[in-house]
């Protein structure tokens, strides 16, 4: 992956101040790759990677990131950017029924997404009626009709009256049912062929003329990878397009079609569709898309907690100078409680030492348990908190108590246990006597 990529890449990179020329020419070069591997258009890779180059330029190397992980940052960041950034949503009418008219080529899983969008309108209240003006192939009303039951929305279709073999007409007359029957949203399924063919585009263009939609959404397949910015582009020009939808994410291709078109069109993807059922859709979410392109997988969890991790460790860290260096302090004592975790075994050992058969009980009846709740009262604490518990007064008890889910008593049975500890330690110290088993329970 890209990830793995990079920090080969940046093997020798630790402890510089700032990404070389080399470095970010190389790593401009995994990046194209990556791109290239998830059907990204070579111009939109081009014009993307020339920005990230430019970006990574400037950037110092923070102490929270190895390099890799801050290129990467970099390069989500851009992605989630030139994805849409926030997700875009549906405009509605001011006045009388919305309008979604949708186009695509043929098997790019438009019907299906009309039903699909039904159902989640309808579960927001609102009351749409689907309309088939795809009267290319036999079954396609049928096809609409049968989602449409199943999604429990009405299905307009042609009949003697209402234009039978004429889209454009089924098209019209559908806007006047829907104002008649108080329907607020209309969604207009069309027809698609397997190729761009001019006198399909010239149908959806007339249908777009009949019913003048407030959204037409562009429906495209992931999986046809390069193809997506040609087709997209003939669908602008014939037909136009507010906003996308990528269907059949499900499968194994990796977007990059969301990219190219984006890129190439200007036009947000808006909803994202995953899977053969009614359920299986969603509004587009720029981000998950982006570790999708780059196969991240959680990369960028990780490096969220890297960077979150990094800041707690230099409040402590700010907070100890305050509070005098040496101090035994909570989170000492949480580190202690933890490598007697790791202990367990140890506690054999001690009990054939004499005088430790005390500990050695202690630390069989020490469970697992414990020890996370210790933890998770301590993470309760501020970081100012943990180094000078004196300063834990009864509000603050009350406060983490709530925090992490505990009782106050259990909070100040805590504290208690931690001065005894720190007692227990500092006498050691004097004596001489067994270091680095301080922390123990009392
Ligand atoms: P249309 O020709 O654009 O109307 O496309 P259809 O809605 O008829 O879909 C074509 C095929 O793709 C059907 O077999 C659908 O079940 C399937 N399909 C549609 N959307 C998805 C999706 O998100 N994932 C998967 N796996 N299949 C889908
Ligand atoms: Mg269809």
New binding site residues.
Partial sequence: TLSDRLADTFKNLRGKGRLSDADIDATAREIRIALLEADVALPVVKEFVAAVKDRARGEEVSGALNPAQQIIKIVNEELVEILGGETRRLRYAKTGPTVIMLA??????????AAKLALWLKEQGKQPLLVAC?LQRPNAVK?LQVNGERAGVPVFAPEPGNGVGDPVGVARASIEEATRRLHDVVIV?TA?RLGVDAELMQQAADIRDAVRPDEVLF?VDAMIGQDAVGTAQAFLDGVGFDGVVL?????DARGGAALSIRSVTGRPVMFA????KLT?FDVFHPDRMAGRILDMGDVMTLIEQAEKTFDQEQALKAARKLSGDGEFTLEDFLEQMQQVRKLGSMSKILGMLPGMGQMREQLENFDDREIDRIQAIIYSMTPAERVNPKMIDGSRRARIAKGCGRTVTDVNQLVDRFFEARKMMQQMARGGGMPGMPGMPG
């Fill in positions: 695509g080529l043929q098997g790019a899983g438009k019907t299906t997404l795809d096809q399924d698609g429906v269907t059949k994410l499900d499968g569709s995953n899977g053969e299986d």
